[in-house]
């Protein structure tokens, strides 16, 4: 197997005081054809401030940052700090412009990196025996 | 921005006629600490077959390769062919042993490099007023 596989930033997250938006580089502007008839979509973006080799040794962490909560693997948490820093966020579309899609609010900080968008397809998992430990609340 | 990220995979998916599993890499088990206290997780896996230099560049596709439905930007579809190859399942634990998550069932080959692995919390998003286009059925 491959011991590296290359990711390259597609677009980036901007947030101003009136708007949160997804500016899509010209180059991958087509990828968004069709991208209209979804309500919802799933955006991946790169954790970059903590893209140091320190930060993606970390293994364990208190989920959210607090102390109170048990020391978990990065993989049984969403932590930003985790080997590979991607994150997931489901986000609404308020309208799209061009290469640049228009959401609702996102967790992330103004120019962060993103490296893929899904369309968002509602889970036809039923929302039952789903288990989580006492942290998540 | 910088133009480039690296992945390096975690651990492996693995199937056999009588279990499908993820082997997570030795030097990332810790990160599966507390992961028992779920049910389901998020697995984060790289479309390896399709890492050229030409998939890479594919922007627009008939979805489910089905010439029916219409042309479509692969950000509005999850195409295994799209810039940065990662793909996203939520599929259940049926135990864990060690670094071996052995799980329900995923769509992915024999093989694949798994690079993350996140714990799978219930969305709180109200499944209403979500909208898709009509080749989503």
């Given at each position: 197997?491959?011991?590296?596989?290359?990711?390259?930033?597609?677009?980036?997250?901007?947030?101003?005081?009136?708007?949160?938006?997804?500016?899509?580089?010209?180059?991958?502007?087509?990828?968004?054809?069709?991208?209209?008839?979804?309500?919802?979509?799933?955006?991946?973006?790169?954790?970059?401030?903590?893209?140091?080799?320190?930060?993606?040794?970390?293994?364990?962490?208190?989920?959210?940052?607090?102390?109170?909560?048990?020391?978990?693997?990065?993989?049984?948490?969403?932590?930003?700090?985790?080997p590979n820093l991607i994150a997931i966020s489901i986000c609404e579309i308020t309208s799209i412009e061009g290469n640049i899609i228009y959401i609702d609010r996102i967790d992330a900080l103004d120019g962060t990196p993103v490296i893929d968008i899904k369309c968002y397809i509602p889970s036809t998992r039923p929302n039952t025996n789903i288990r989580v430990p006492d942290w998540i609340s």
């Amino acid at each position: 197997m491959s011991d590296e596989f290359k990711i390259f930033p597609v677009g980036v997250i901007r947030k101003t005081d009136t708007a949160v938006r997804i500016d899509i580089a010209e180059k991958y502007a087509e990828a968004l054809l069709g991208l209209e008839g979804f309500s919802h979509i799933v955006v991946l973006y790169w954790f970059h401030k903590n893209d140091t080799p320190k930060d993606r040794k970390i293994l364990k962490v208190h989920p959210r940052a607090n102390p109170k909560n048990p020391l978990t693997g990065v993989f049984a948490t969403h932590s930003p700090k985790r080997p590979n820093l991607i994150a997931i966020s489901i986000c609404e579309i308020t309208s799209i412009e061009g290469n640049i899609i228009y959401i609702d609010r996102i967790d992330a900080l103004d120019g962060t990196p993103v490296i893929d968008i899904k369309c968002y397809i509602p889970s036809t998992r039923p929302n039952t025996n789903i288990r989580v430990p006492d942290w998540i609340s």
